[in-house]
């Protein structure tokens, strides 16, 4: 019964290039919610979806960034034009549809911007 | 926007003594909840409260639903080491879906 995966673990990306992050919720999970962390803080809420819909973007920065879980395949996050900024551990969680017991967080990606 | 403050920001403690701490807000949530990330992974869930004074326990951690809805409290009986990491709080206004507002976390620290 796997849990939330996420891919990759640790990204490394240049200033100017496009980060591309990637959420498979856990099965039977229909929602799916992304948080950025930076060191020594909390987490920021970033997006919430559920499939093809974006029920609530209101934590996602208004350019460069965007997020997408698609009817079929894992939901992305997508950064583009990427900025030293950017570095940070972005995290995805899930939750079932018809019970809500808290999220399931993955592992999470670390970014890295150089 | 709604912000959490959970404190203290950290504790050091030694092995066997009880942990509490707390996390106040300015508005009102209806479901709170706690977690606990250790080092390189994400949080996982602890404890979840769903009504305002609920008392909920999960094996030596006890949490608590203030009756204001603005706030919250965790305890730890009998602190081991594996008790080592940070503990979030995080309030939500839906209680079924929908984000959540996290603190900025506990960092506890276990003497053996």
């Known amino acids: 019964n796997a849990g939330v995966m996420q891919n990759p673990r640790h990204l490394v990306r240049r200033r100017g290039q496009e980060a591309r992050l990637r959420c498979s919720p856990m099965k039977g999970h229909s929602h799916v919610y992304w948080y950025r962390q930076l060191p020594e803080e909390g987490l920021k809420f970033m997006v919430y979806?559920?499939?093809?819909?974006?029920?609530?973007e209101s934590g996602m920065p208004k350019e460069r960034f965007s997020a997408e879980f698609p009817k079929e395949g894992p939901s992305i996050l997508r950064i583009q034009q990427v900025v030293r900024g950017d570095s940070a551990a972005y995290f995805c969680?899930?939750?079932?549809?018809?019970?809500?017991?808290?999220?399931?967080f993955g592992s999470g990606t670390r970014l890295t911007v150089v | 926007g709604q912000q959490l403050n959970q404190s203290p920001q950290s504790m050091f403690i030694q092995e066997g003594e009880d942990v509490s701490m707390n996390c106040t807000s300015s508005s009102i949530f209806n479901t709170w909840l706690w977690y606990k990330q250790d080092p390189g992974e994400g949080p996982v869930l602890l404890i979840a409260?769903?009504?305002?004074?609920e008392l909920t326990s999960n094996g030596r951690l006890t949490a608590q639903f203030g009756i204001t809805r603005k706030d919250s409290f965790l305890n730890i009986s009998a602190s081991i080491p594996s008790d080592v990491g940070i503990y979030f709080c995080a309030g939500q206004l839906n209680t079924n879906a929908g984000k959540s507002t996290f603190g900025d976390g506990t960092t506890l620290t276990v003497k053996p």
């Open positions: 979806l559920q499939k093809e819909n974006i029920i609530d």
């Open positions: 409260l769903y009504k305002a004074g």
């Open positions: 969680a899930s939750s079932p549809q018809d019970r809500y017991y808290g999220y399931t």
